[in-house]
């Protein structure tokens, strides 16, 4: 479960490379981004403090979107590092006082837990209140590097993407797609495809060196430097397909189906199927309803 490795000097990835977090270590701040699911907290917590134990400054924790998968063990990690400090999109504070929404993360984490034989209350979801509410645009002195707040809704309306200015990394959570094992980027259009693509539009003036997605190996150098005019094609190839399969099949659902059908197995996207199959009914919704 646990595949980390350093991406540059002062940036790691921690934990599992299809579930990742990662780990900035500056001179003035460190900053994790994004929190995984409830699963991963205790190795979160036992590689952040080994990172960390001759580093004494404060640690904060960005996340990229409010899934349960990128934000599942915040409650452990403020439990067990008593000084860390969340920052989200300010909307994250009013999702997690949905009963609804805290339900569908917690269930969501649940299937984790018994996919890997764990029971555990101890490492189970609780909601939280952000630390710091984000907008975008923000920027954070780390000391020997800078962290851009960038909005970038799409995938969900709270997305943020950070941009490393030095290092040139930019980590995207799901905001411009997921690289699968076959090289074909996964588009992940859950709220809106019009707001996904003007982001993925936004990224494409960044000059990056390393695109730290939140599913997968980080990618790096020339693949890198195309991600997001590939996932914007990637993106464009996907919605002409939903459009076409609902003017074959004139109902959602069988739209569903079919894709689900053609691209589950053989896209090694290495989601749960419920979860993917959540996923890919709000993506063709999104394209049916124009949004």
């Known amino acids: 479960m646990d595949e980390s490795y350093k991406i540059t000097e002062n940036v790691s990835l921690l934990g599992n490379i ?19 699911m409830t699963i991963m907290g205790p190795v979160y917590t036992a590689e952040i403090l080994s990172c960390l134990k001759e580093n004494n400054v404060p640690l904060y924790a960005f996340l990229t979107h409010s899934h349960y998968d990128h934000l599942g063990s915040v409650s452990y990690l403020k439990r067990h590092l008593p000084a860390f400090k969340i920052g989200g ?22 299937d984790g837990e018994k996919m890997m034989n764990i029971d555990d209350p101890e490492i189970r979801f609780r909601p939280f209140q952000l630390d710091m509410p984000l907008r975008g645009g923000e920027r954070f002195d ?8 960038i909005c970038t809704p799409g ?24 690289r699968l094992p076959t090289g074909d980027i996964l588009p ?18 960044y000059h990056v060196d390393y695109v ?21 094609q990637a993106t464009r190839l996907f919605i002409e397909q939903i459009r076409q399969y609902y003017r074959e099949i004139g109902n959602v659902q069988g739209v569903v189906e079919r894709i689900k059908k053609e691209d589950y ?8 199927e419920r979860a993917y199959t959540i996923n890919l009914q709000a993506k063709v919704r999104a394209v049916v309803e124009d949004k």
Not at 94 to 102: C, E, P, Q, Y
Not at 188 to 205: C, G, M, P
């Open 212 to 232: 730290a997605t939140g599913h997968g190996p980080v990618v790096e150098g020339n693949e890198a430097n195309r991600f997001f005019i590939n996932s914007l």
């Open 18 to 36: 299809m579930i990742p977090v990662y780990l900035i270590t500056g001179t003035k701040l460190c900053v994790l981004i994004d929190t995984g």
């Open 142 to 149: 780390l000391g020997n590097d800078e962290l851009e707040v």
């Open 188 to 205: 992940e259009f859950l709220a809106s495809y019009k707001s996904y693509v003007s982001s993925l539009e936004t990224l494409t003036h």
């Open 89 to 110: 999109y300010y909307t994250i504070d009013d999702i997690l006082k949905s009963s609804h929404a805290v339900e569908l993360i917690t269930s969501l984490n649940l």
């Open 265 to 272: 197995a053989k896209s090694g996207s290495g989601q749960p």
């Open 155 to 178: 995938h969900t309306r709270d997305s943020l993407c950070y941009y490393l200015k030095n290092r040139k990394i930019m980590f995207t959570g799901e905001a411009a797609g997921i």
